[in-house]
């Protein structure tokens, strides 16, 4: 195709067809694009179940069009279908730039994409940029635990590139917005794929996801057993804040694997991280970089979190930690 202009996102919604976050920050990332673009626009592709009632908020949060692909079939992700859907969008579209979320679906998605449009594909970036002499997308993302950073060009159309979760900042709702929405038909026949969805379980979780948590309070094998994360626990219940924690500490069985953060893990961007008795190692800050203020405690001085952290205590976090959680008590009551 010729005359490919503006980008596209891939909107990402869950089974009930509310949107997910990185829906938001995808849209922030590609409006950062189009605005270098000489204002170029930003459309978004919304397939699902019962999604037709989000192409508004898809608008508020940025996208210029939605190109609307609701019907059942979509309800669950399947390569086999999404895929061709997809595909449609992008006829109709016909962006210069598509993005996908580097999720369990988009890394899937955005591969599969990339090869049957016969493009380049950068997997798991950190950071999308439009090179001003070439007018094309440059894009960047973390290796070997962010050790190393690598950027790539692409020299066929479309570009596409799945983005890391928190990259971005995701974009902030603006009701007053105006856009169009274009209903399309992907002509998907589900009778024909060969693979097929069969159950989904929810992980059960207690209090405030950890992903949308403003502060994360986090452990590292330091702490020494599985009872000084109850201490975690009782700060985080204070601060309204989630419990993290390092691939050490959970092979260490101090807390569960599903509260790891890092390469491995979830990946997360608070206003306050807090760093006990952790060393930040390059694996570990990989999931936390993002986070707009680190706080670490640890007894080391030459500890690597002090130079990712904010604000630091060298100091033994039995003594800290307690006169920490004292203090926050006596503010509480004050």
Do not use: W
């Given at each position: 195709?010729?005359?490919?202009?503006?980008?596209?996102?891939?909107?990402?919604?869950?089974?009930?067809?509310e949107?997910?976050?990185?829906?938001?920050?995808?849209?922030?990332?590609?409006?950062?694009?189009?605005?270098?673009?000489?204002?170029?626009?930003?459309?978004?592709?919304?397939?699902?179940?019962?999604?037709?009632?989000?192409?508004?908020?898809?608008?508020?949060?940025?996208?210029?069009?939605?190109?609307?692909?609701?019907?059942?079939?979509?309800?669950?992700?399947?390569?086999?279908?999404?895929?061709?859907?997809?595909?449609?969008?992008?006829?109709?579209?016909n962006?210069?730039?598509?993005?996908?979320?580097?999720?369990?679906?988009?890394?899937?998605?955005?591969?599969?994409?990339?090869?049957?449009?016969?493009?380049?594909?950068?997997?798991?970036?950190?950071?999308?940029?439009?090179?001003?002499?070439?007018?094309?997308?440059?894009?960047?993302?973390?290796?070997a635990?962010?050790?190393?950073?690598?950027?790539?060009?692409?020299?066929?159309?479309?570009?596409?590139?799945?983005?890391?979760?928190?990259?971005?900042?995701?974009?902030?709702?603006?009701?007053?917005?105006?856009?169009?929405?274009?209903?399309?038909?992907?002509?998907?026949?589900?009778?024909?794929a060969?693979?097929?969805?069969?159950?989904?379980?929810?992980?059960?979780?207690?209090?405030?996801?950890?992903?949308?948590a403003?502060?994360?309070?986090?452990?590292?094998?330091?702490?020494?057993?599985?009872?000084?994360f109850?201490?975690?626990?009782?700060l985080?219940?204070?601060?309204?804040?989630?419990?993290?924690?390092?691939?050490?500490?959970?092979?260490?069985?101090?807390?569960?694997?599903?509260?790891?953060?890092?390469?491995?893990?979830?990946?997360?961007?608070?206003?306050?991280?807090?760093?006990?008795?952790?060393?930040?190692?390059?694996?570990?800050?990989?999931?936390?970089?993002?986070?707009?203020?680190?706080?670490?405690?640890?007894?080391?001085?030459?500890?690597?979190?002090?130079?990712?952290?904010?604000?630091?205590?060298?100091?033994?976090?039995?003594?800290?930690?307690?006169?920490?959680?004292?203090?926050?008590?006596?503010?509480?009551?004050?």
């Open positions: 195709m010729a005359g490919e202009s503006g980008v596209l996102i891939i909107c990402e919604t869950d089974p009930s067809g949107l997910r976050s990185i829906t938001g920050e995808l849209l922030a990332a590609a409006r950062t694009l189009a605005d270098s673009m000489s204002g170029e626009s930003v459309s978004a592709a919304l397939i699902g179940r019962g999604v037709a009632a989000k192409a508004q908020e898809v608008i508020a949060l940025g996208a210029d069009t939605v190109y609307v692909v609701d019907d059942p079939i979509f309800e669950h992700y399947l390569s086999e279908t999404f895929v061709p859907a997809a595909i449609a969008v992008r006829e109709q579209a962006p210069k730039v598509i993005l996908i979320g580097h999720t369990p679906n988009g890394r899937e998605l955005g591969p599969s994409l990339g090869f049957r449009l016969d493009t380049g594909v950068s997997t798991d970036t950190t950071e999308v940029n439009i090179d001003p002499s070439s007018g094309g997308l440059v894009a960047a993302r973390s290796l635990g962010g050790l190393f950073r690598q950027v790539t060009a692409f020299n066929r159309l479309p570009h596409v590139a799945t983005v890391h979760m928190k990259a971005y900042d995701a974009a902030e709702p603006d009701a007053a917005r105006t856009g169009q929405v274009v209903n399309v038909d992907a002509s998907v026949d589900a009778s024909q060969q693979t097929r969805f069969v159950s989904h379980t929810e992980v059960a979780v207690e209090g405030i996801r950890m992903e949308d403003r502060i994360v309070i986090t452990g590292g094998r330091g702490l020494g057993s599985s009872e000084a109850d201490d975690l626990t009782k985080a219940d204070m601060t309204g804040g989630a419990v993290g924690a390092t691939r050490a500490a959970a092979d260490s069985e101090y807390c569960g694997q599903d509260i790891m953060i890092g390469i491995t893990g979830r990946v997360v961007s608070p206003e306050v991280y807090l760093a006990i008795a952790l060393s930040g190692a390059s694996q570990h800050m990989a999931g936390c970089s993002g986070s707009k203020n680190i706080v670490a405690i640890n007894r080391d001085p030459e500890a690597n979190i002090f130079k990712e952290s904010r604000f630091g205590v060298v100091g033994d976090y039995q003594q800290v930690l307690p006169a920490f959680i004292e203090e926050l008590e006596n503010l509480g009551t004050a």
